[in-house]
């Protein structure tokens, strides 16, 4: 299995949106809804932040959303906040109780 | 609040045998529906799944390092474990552990702990 493609990185103002993109293939993003992405701050454990590709755990804020077209899942962070620049790794089921994750999106705001 | 704590060996000598144990604590271990992950991160890169297993001791691994890895479960501790043998420099990594949702989304990690290998 491959890792799933997100760009190294994105940026916004506070107050914009960005939106991060996840390609895998029709055996992974493609064949299941079962994207989930997470949040990595430095030095801190990734934090769950959207799961089966929309849904939100509780707490998080609802300006994080997360959406699915074909091998493409993506994530948006409406409302940018200073707290929201950090890491963002997409993973998706790929068959056969196997994971898989992205190389990872470092968001930066501007 | 579940929680999750990494242990072991920090440091491992090369072609030798990795071993980390992850306590889980404030629920339950057997919950149905769950299981239980080992994820890592080398230093400045991104994460890799390393493989799960079920309450009832059922496995799957990245085929990237089925060759090299073992995760089994104590349940009577509340536990499991990894051993990732024949280790190499490459492996050098933060080791996390999680609880793995239906569909395979980890909602609950540890706080992680860095193995070095080195002579």
């Known amino acids: 299995q491959s890792a799933l493609t997100q760009p190294p990185s994105a940026s916004g103002s506070p107050g914009q949106s960005v939106t991060i993109s996840c390609t895998g293939t029709s055996s992974d993003v493609g064949g299941y809804n079962y994207v989930s992405w997470y949040q990595q701050h430095p030095g801190k454990a990734p934090k769950l932040m959207i799961y089966?590709?929309?849904k939100r755990p509780s707490g998080v804020p609802d300006r994080f959303s997360g959406s699915k077209s074909g091998n493409t899942a993506s994530l948006t962070v409406s409302g940018l906040q200073a707290e929201d620049e950090a890491e963002y790794y997409c993973s998706s089921y790929a068959g056969s109780n196997n994971l898989v994750f992205g190389g990872g999106t470092k968001v930066t705001v501007l | 609040q579940l929680q999750l704590q990494e242990s072991g060996s920090g440091l491992v000598k090369p072609s030798q045998t990795l071993s980390l144990t992850c306590a889980v604590s404030?629920?339950?271990?057997?919950?149905?529906?769950?299981?239980w992950s080992w994820i890592r991160q080398p230093p400045g890169k991104g994460l890799e799944w390393i493989g799960r297993i079920s309450h009832t001791g059922s496995t799957s691994y990245n085929p990237s390092l089925k060759s090299r890895v073992t995760i089994s479960v104590d349940r009577s501790k509340n536990q499991f474990s990894l051993k990732l043998s024949s280790v190499t420099a490459a492996d050098t990594a933060v080791y996390y552990c999680?609880?793995?949702?239906?569909?395979?989304?980890?909602?609950?990690w540890g706080q992680g702990t860095l193995v070095t290998v080195s002579s």
């Open positions: 999680a609880r793995v949702g239906p569909g395979g989304y980890l909602s609950y």
């Open positions: 089966e590709v929309s």
């Open positions: 404030g629920g339950s271990f057997s919950s149905g529906g769950y299981s």
